[in-house]
């Protein structure tokens, strides 16, 4: 089957699902998210202060998902929550089409199948109407773009800082994809020759940098950059349970993965870039420290992996036949 096909096989798959499992609309913050994005609408303008807060208003306020939430309230005036749902289904459609797209190049059709089936139970404790849904396809187009670079020996085109200026309006897991450039430079670095390094550092510094500018380019500006780390530090995150630990007390999706996972790796030796390793371990940490990651492991792990699995798994390991006795050449016999 053409990747093509496969990835819109794949699409369309996960739009049926979000659609047929209306699970998008179980969780408060939508409404909140909705009244943010009226707010703009009506004032023509992103909040810098809090406008809602009973407590604490006009306290100074970080909108950094304003894009998000326009997206979700536009598609709330037209069709109402149906709109909303239909927005969500489009967003996992995009997210499955890409990575399929992707992993085909190096799994055979079962094994990529497989590998949806475990992005689609990652996914599902976080199948909600809210900006981070949005935010995953740009995580999974962002990563491959990397993957890429790093394939053709070169830094990413400019032009995909774009892609930058976008997500960081989106959400606050821009940050994350600031730190991918640095990942994927670190190893190109490290795998180029002496005389090679000084275009490698210049080619992807240089990406770096426009980068980190196209992520200043939101209503925060610099403050933007700096408030998901506040976040992350807050106190209140001890109470929510998006933000609690991974608990293995009782299976889970989450567990069945990360065993899936094992026995692959452990079946057949498989060689992962020590970079690329060290990136799954960082992002395997983010995972048990907060049950809201696991979705990003999972995206990640799959894209990731999906080379160094396939070449482990399409090898020829099987025995050399040794080979035939030859006759001799004597023409004796005994």
Not at 5 to 10: G, K, Q, S, V
Not at 33 to 42: D, M
Not at 67 to 89: D, F, H, P, Q, T
Not at 228 to 248: G, I, S, T
């Amino acid at each position: 089957m053409p990747r093509a096909t496969f990835a819109l096989l794949a699409g369309f798959a996960a739009f049926a699902f979000t659609i047929i499992v209306p699970t998008a609309l179980r969780d408060g913050d939508t409404g909140w998210h909705l009244a943010t994005s009226a707010w703009i609408v009506a004032h023509a303008r992103v909040p810098t202060s809090d406008p809602f807060s009973f407590t604490a208003p006009g306290r100074p306020w970080v909108a950094h998902e304003w894009l998000s939430e326009l997206a979700m309230y536009a598609s709330y005036r037209v069709a109402g929550w149906s709109g909303l749902i239909i927005l969500i289904g489009t967003a996992m459609a995009a997210l499955f089409a890409v990575v399929a797209h992707e992993i085909r190049r190096w799994l055979s059709p079962r094994a990529s199948v497989a590998a949806l089936l475990m992005l689609v139970t990652g996914l599902l404790p976080s199948l909600l109407a809210r900006p981070h849904i949005l935010a995953l396809p740009i995580l999974a187009a962002w990563l491959i773009v990397l993957l890429h670079a790093r394939e053709r020996g070169k830094a990413p085109p400019f032009g995909f800082a774009l892609l930058m200026l976008v997500w960081a309006n989106a959400h606050g897991s821009f940050v994350f994809g600031l730190a991918l450039v640095g990942v994927f430079a670190l190893e190109a670095l490290i795998a180029a020759a002496l005389s090679d390094r000084r275009r490698v550092v210049l080619g992807w510094g240089a990406f770096g940098v426009a980068c980190a500018v196209a992520a200043t380019v939101t209503p925060a500006g610099v403050d933007g950059l700096a408030f998901p780390f506040y976040v992350d530090r807050l106190k209140l995150l001890a109470h929510l349970n998006e933000w609690q630990p991974a608990d293995f007390a009782t299976f889970s999706g989450f567990e069945a993965i990360l065993l899936a996972t094992l026995a692959v790796l452990l079946l057949r030796p498989v060689r992962i870039p020590p970079i690329r390793l060290l990136l799954m371990l960082g992002v395997l940490h983010l995972a048990l420290q907060h049950t809201r990651q696991e979705i990003v492991l999972v995206v990640v792990g799959i894209l990731v992996l999906a080379e160094p699995l396939g070449k482990a798994w399409t090898a020829k390991t099987a025995p050399r036949q040794r080979p035939a006795p030859r006759a001799d050449q004597s023409g004796s016999s005994s």
